[in-house]
């Protein structure tokens, strides 16, 4: 048997006008405070108070001098003060390569250690430079991790 | 003479369904890409690029966020100071971790250097942290762009 429906064809109507103007000044507000950011990324250095110790001390196997010219760019790089690498990074990260044998240490507190000594009017990128090219190498998306211990020397005031 | 009219007084009705999906869709886009937290952040900072950085995978432990600008001033969330004159900020920072049962060991120090800033300013920095105990410090850089 079949029910006729009684109700009639009319449809429900919504009234969607606010709905649609309070929707729109969400999205204005999220447009206008939408900011893209570069993806930032930290290098852990750590350093306890006695950490860091005159340039000389026989307990750091890695010494990595930083010199600056007059603008502050990297004029030249001086490992364990014999090897000069000028200023090509390449060189500097074969080095440590070799140095390490190309394999990431066992823990964040093991490993060789590197203490960078830099003039005091190094451009700060200069120094992020070196810290890039001692720490590992990008292998594709991987990062492959080869000293996790960097520190600084005492600044070199002018 | 009276004119009638002719035309159909029913209101012309238009679709909005599909309108609605869509500014649904970039409102949830929106929302879940928006960043409140500015502590971090600086405009007047310009960060060195590095082709390892990464962010970390946890969030750091107690972390303060030291902003060095090229003309040696370190703005420290809504404070404007100096190497010199950092040390009572610092100092506060300090109260507030023993409030909390922590120390300056505990604490991250996050330096968010501009490039061009003088790399010894940066040493000044952790040399003068470092002498109020705080050991563990970030450099914070961006990610390069290889494109």
Redesign the interface.
């Known amino acids: 048997m079949k029910f006729e429906s009684k109700r009639g064809a009319e449809k429900a109507e919504l009234q969607?006008t606010s709905m649609?103007d309070v929707?729109?000044l969400?999205?204005i507000f999220?447009?206008m405070?939408?900011?893209i950011?570069?993806?930032?990324?930290?290098?852990?250095?750590?350093?306890?108070?006695g950490?860091?110790g005159p340039s000389d001390s026989p307990n750091i196997p890695i010494k990595l001098r930083?010199r600056a010219n007059e603008a502050?760019e990297l004029a030249d790089m001086i490992v364990n003060d014999s090897l000069s690498f000028g200023n090509d990074w390449t060189k500097l990260r074969a080095f440590i390569l070799e140095r390490t044998g190309g394999n990431a240490p066992p823990s964040p507190d093991e490993g060789p250690e590197v203490e960078i000594d830099?003039?005091?009017?190094?451009?700060?990128?200069?120094?992020?430079?070196a810290?890039?090219a001692v720490?590992?190498?990008?292998q594709g998306d991987e990062?492959k991790r080869l000293v996790e211990r960097i520190k600084?020397a005492?600044?070199?005031?002018? | 003479m009276r004119i009638r009219k002719t035309f159909d007084t029913k209101m012309a009705e238009g679709d909005l369904t599909a309108m609605i999906d869509m500014v649904f869709q970039l409102i949830i886009f929106f929302m879940v890409l928006i960043n409140f937290s500015q502590d971090d952040q600086n405009d007047k900072i310009k960060l060195p690029s590095s082709e390892l950085a990464k962010p970390p995978d946890a969030p750091l432990t107690f972390p303060i966020v030291l902003h060095v600008a090229p003309n040696a001033v370190i703005y420290m969330g809504t404070n404007v100071t100096s190497v010199e004159t950092i040390a009572p900020l610092l100092r506060t920072e300090i109260q507030l971790l023993a409030s909390r049962n922590q120390t300056p060991k505990d604490a991250n120090i996050i330096i968010r250097g501009d490039q061009s800033t003088p790399g010894g300013i940066v040493q000044d920095l952790i040399k003068k942290c470092q002498e109020l105990g705080f050991e563990k410090f970030a450099l914070r850089v961006r990610e390069e762009q290889n494109f």
Do not use: C
Request: charged share 20%; glycine share 8%.
């Open positions: 969607l649609i929707i729109f969400l999205l999220f447009v405070t939408f900011k950011a570069a993806q930032e990324g930290d290098f852990s250095v750590k350093m306890p108070i950490g860091a930083l502050g830099l003039d005091y009017n190094l451009r700060y990128e200069n120094v992020i430079r810290v890039t720490t590992g190498q990008r990062v600084f005492p600044p070199r005031k002018p």
